[in-house]
């Protein structure tokens, strides 16, 4: 199993890094819907050039990033405009 983010709550947590550090993420669609509504979701951060596929259920992707941009930042997932959160990079 994986693991959740440290103090994440709930599905768009805030995430603070320190810049400069090499940063995975590893999402899986753990949404469960009837047959006839599937919902699949991705992750994108445009600053850093950050894509991943869009994922059916249980599927997963990872992505891996160089924090070398200070600032706060958003994420979000292009399918659902209500699914979004901030990563912060601190110097």
Known sequence: GGKKLPNAEGASPSIIISKNNLVQIHLINEEINPPDNISKHNLNIDE????????????????????????????????????????????
């Open 48 to 91: 850093f050039n950050v894509h991943t596929k869009d994922l059916g259920y249980f599927q997963t992707d990872s992505v891996t990033f160089l924090a070398n941009k200070a600032g706060t930042f958003d994420y979000y997932c292009s399918l659902h405009p209500d699914m979004k959160g901030t990563i912060t990079v601190t110097t």
